[in-house]
């Protein structure tokens, strides 16, 4: 099994920035890549960014590309997600996930955490 927990979302105005911190624990090295997923009002969660704990392989949707940047500490277990220039369409509740395969889909990872709120004013 995998913990996940996640910190550092919160209200911002567009053009800003957050650092998104998910903390794991457990079988990380089974489910070894980690997702970030976000899920706004009356929507589906989308992918938004990927990572494996080895840093070799990452990935991003296109609409994210070039503003967030996603990154790993594995001393500390951690996976972050920098979210930069912000826009009021990013404003959703923003999940780490684990999974096992280079996916881009939510039933490609195993294990969630509970999520934490970005919301970014116009």
């Known amino acids: 099994q995998v913990q996940l927990v996640e910190s550092g979302g919160g209200l911002v105005q567009a053009g800003g920035s957050l650092r998104l911190a998910c903390v794991a624990s457990?079988?990380?090295?089974?489910?070894?890549?980690m997702g970030w997923f976000r899920q706004a009002p009356g929507k589906e969660r989308e992918f938004v960014a990927r990572?494996?704990?080895?840093?070799?392989?990452?990935g991003y949707a296109d609409s994210v590309k070039g503003r967030f940047t996603i990154s790993r500490n594995n001393a500390i277990s951690t996976v972050y997600l920098q979210v930069n220039s912000l826009k009021p369409e990013d404003t959703a509740v923003y999940y780490c996930?684990?999974?096992?395969?280079?996916?881009?889909?939510?039933?490609?990872?195993?294990?969630w955490g509970q999520g934490t709120q970005v919301t970014v004013s116009s």
């Open positions: 996930a684990a999974g096992r395969v280079m996916g881009s889909q939510p039933g490609q990872y195993g294990y």
């Open positions: 457990g079988r990380t090295d089974v489910w070894n890549v």
């Open positions: 990572i494996t704990w080895s840093g070799n392989w990452v």
